[in-house]
């Protein structure tokens, strides 16, 4: 019997925007910002093997998570 979804972890990770706006000229505007995806680097675990006939009942196996990602972001606006 499978029953995968029962002791499944909940997803906890932190995403983060940083934006900052620049006026150049009245008519020249700047925007910079950053994206931080998973911001903490938090581990999320796959949930346990409920498969009762697996070697590896019960045991956590793998990871499900997203690691790290920073994006940069340039916007000119005229």
Known sequence: MRLN???EDFMNQLDVNIARSIQVTEGLRLQFGT????ALNNVHYQGPN???TSANFAKITAQ???LRWIQFQMRVTF
Do not use: A, S
């Open 5 to 7: 979804w029962l002791r």
């Open 35 to 38: 994206d931080f995806i998973n």
């Open 50 to 52: 409920t498969d009762i």
């Open 64 to 66: 499900n998570n997203i």
